[in-house]
Nanobody
């Protein structure tokens, strides 16, 4: 059973930085792709922010490329999202995602609020 727990969200001024963390409990963490999605408050759609494969290859949404960095630690079963140059439009609930055996697992999310 995969369980994900995000942390690190909060209130930050535009131009600031935050680092999100996701602790994963699954036994096959190192074999799975991990990703960060975000969902605007009150919204239903979850948009991909960044994905990192089991081999460390990364992809980013165009809106965050060059500002956000996804990374993982396969020893600690952790995935991170370093967010720099934050903008008001980055305000959202950020959710950690693990795809294990064709099933998607989600954390509860952590709220990031960027004040302009």
């Amino acid at each position: 059973q995969v369980q994900l727990a995000e942390s690190g969200g909060g209130l930050v001024q535009a131009g600031g930085s935050l680092r999100l963390s996701c602790a994963a409990s699954g036994r096959r963490f190192s074999m799975n792709d991990m990703a960060w999605y975000r969902q605007t408050p009150g919204g239903k759609q979850r948009d991909l922010v960044a994905r990192i494969t089991r081999f460390g290859a990364t992809i980013y949404a165009g809106s965050v490329k060059g500002r956000f960095t996804i990374s993982r630690d396969n020893v600690k079963n952790m995935v991170y999202l370093q967010m720099d140059g934050l903008k008001a439009e980055d305000t959202a609930v950020y959710l950690c995602n693990e795809r294990d055996d064709a099933m998607d697992y989600w954390g509860q999310g952590t709220l990031v609020t960027v004040s302009s």
